[in-house]
């Protein structure tokens, strides 16, 4: 804890700018080559995509190992991203439709929302700062790399249940910070559940525990419904049960 550091436009416009255009540049391109392979290239071309993930989670805590950095308090992956972050590591070997629909409904707003108003747990010192958007494009790319080039479907009224399993994981996540927070002294602060994050994000109108985090739920649920509408209308939801 102590380490974060958040960029914005208003803060760095040519940084933020650049490190938002070649996040989005290099998402397109993975996802065009994925689109012109042949199936049976394609599949080896995800499982590849999946290894990079794998082999990026591994390097960031041996990273935060070697200078010290990793604690129990503040390096679990138990944020959002940190989830995604595995889930697109499983998926990418084997598809599985709860795991599609976390990415999509839950993923690709939390992702959107990092990399235009990123927070660096860690600092951005070193390998922090590429790897942040690293992770969190990834958590970006999957979603939209899988709905585009393997045609895959959110099934029918799934935000229902994507906002019921994001306020069952919350209560969870809640658990395992009062459990640390109990056991070494310390409370984390994973999911934000005890401190509102410090990025710039306008939508974050109050910082005072425990409104923060109402405003953060209803503005989950807003995301929720508005991306799985986009993707009704775009022909990605199926039409039945």
Same mark, same amino acid.
């Not at 390096?75 to 999509?104: A, R, T, W």
């Given at each position: 804890?102590? &380490? ?21 540049? $290099?998402i397109?391109?993975?996802v ?5 392979l042949?199936?049976?290239? &394609? ?11 794998? +082999? &990026? ?15 129990? +308090? ?38 959107i929302h990092?990399?235009?108003t ?19 494009g ?15 479907k959110? &099934? ?8 019921r ?14 459990l ?7 409370m984390?602060?994973?999911?934000y559940? $005890? ?33 799985y ?13």
């Amino acid at each position: 804890m102590g &380490r974060d550091k958040a960029l914005s436009y208003s803060s760095n416009p040519e940084l933020w700018l650049t490190s938002v255009s070649i996040t989005l540049l $290099c998402i397109a391109l993975i996802v065009i080559i994925g689109y012109y392979l042949s199936d049976k290239n &394609r599949s080896i071309f995800t499982k590849f995509l999946g290894v990079l993930f794998f +082999t &990026r989670f591994i390097f960031l805590h041996g990273y935060m190992t070697g200078l010290g950095h990793w604690d129990l +308090t503040n390096s679990l992956p138990l944020h959002l991203c940190g989830i995604s972050s595995l889930v697109i590591i499983f998926i990418m070997f084997k598809y599985n439709q709860s795991m599609y629909e976390y990415l999509v409904l839950l993923g690709i707003p939390s992702a959107i929302h990092s990399i235009l108003t990123p927070q660096f747990i860690n600092g951005w010192d070193g390998y922090y700062f590429p790897e942040f958007y690293l992770s969190h494009g990834a958590i970006l790319l999957a979603p939209l790399y899988l709905s585009i080039n393997y045609n895959y479907k959110l &099934r029918l009224h799934s935000w229902i249940s994507a906002f019921r399993n994001g306020l069952i994981l919350a209560f969870f996540i809640g658990l395992i910070n009062l459990l640390i927070g109990y056991s070494y002294g310390i409370m984390p602060n994973y999911l934000y559940l $005890c401190e509102a994050p410090i990025a710039d994000n306008p939508l974050l109108f109050t910082t005072q525990w425990p409104y923060y985090f109402f405003v953060l739920v209803a503005f989950m649920f807003i995301h929720i419904v508005i991306i799985y509408y986009i993707f009704k209308l775009i022909g990605k939801v199926e039409t039945s049960k």
